[in-house]
């Protein structure tokens, strides 16, 4: 057997479970609020909603959780820029996004070393400040959401949200991190898509 993860937008997946059962026959079930489907022939495939969907009871069901995502706030950080946003109902409510650039690291040492180490940090320190403040201004005016999205780099985005300004949406649960380029408006622009993009786990008979 082989196993691959590949991922389908909401749009397509309904069509993409019948191939499955088309090819492989068997049957559905959920799993701890996963869809699994068992192909009569050893084929299965789990698929992972980006939101939790421990309500859901059905593959019916399981399409209609994934395609009505909740109302998130996205913050995106990466060492190139960042972009704050509203998402609701399929649509992108508010958003903008900002250019600053971090040094990536060199292999010089002695005191060059030490001055480039310090200017890259004073990069990061600008980046996030400007990062909190956007998301200052795009975010926290269309308070509440259910969610906060993320995405790029970890640790960055988290230098962002421990941002005092940003102290309302500490008690928000966390959504998906997403695996992004730099943000830019064509990534914006694809956010509906991106939330309400199932992982799916297939194995191959």
């Given at each position: ?7 389908v937008p909401a749009q ?77 109902d399929g649509r992108v ?72 300004r940003l102290k309302a ?37």
């Amino acid at each position: 057997m082989t196993s691959r993860t590949v991922s389908v937008p909401a749009q397509r997946l309904a069509r993409w479970i019948d191939g499955f059962h088309e090819r492989h026959g068997g049957s559905s079930r959920i799993e701890s609020g996963e869809l699994v489907l068992d192909g009569s022939d050893g084929a299965s495939a789990r698929l992972r909603p980006p939101f939790a969907a421990d309500h859901v009871d059905s593959a019916q069901g399981f399409v209609d959780h994934v395609s009505h995502p909740p109302r998130c706030a996205v913050v995106l950080v990466r060492r190139g820029g960042f972009a704050a946003a509203i998402v609701t109902d399929g649509r992108v409510e508010a958003s903008d996004a900002g250019r600053r650039h971090v040094q990536g690291r060199t292999a010089a040492g002695g005191w060059s070393q030490q001055r480039f180490a310090r200017r890259r940090q004073k990069q990061a320190d600008e980046l996030v400040d400007a990062a909190a403040a956007y998301v200052q201004d795009v975010v926290l005016p269309l308070l509440p959401v259910d969610f906060v999205v993320t995405g790029g780099d970890r640790a960055l985005v988290q230098q962002v949200l421990a941002d005092q300004r940003l102290k309302a949406l500490r008690d928000v649960p966390a959504g998906p991190h997403l695996a992004v380029p730099d943000p830019r408006r064509d990534v914006i622009a694809s956010l509906p898509e991106l939330l309400t993009t199932v992982r799916i786990d297939l194995v191959d008979p």
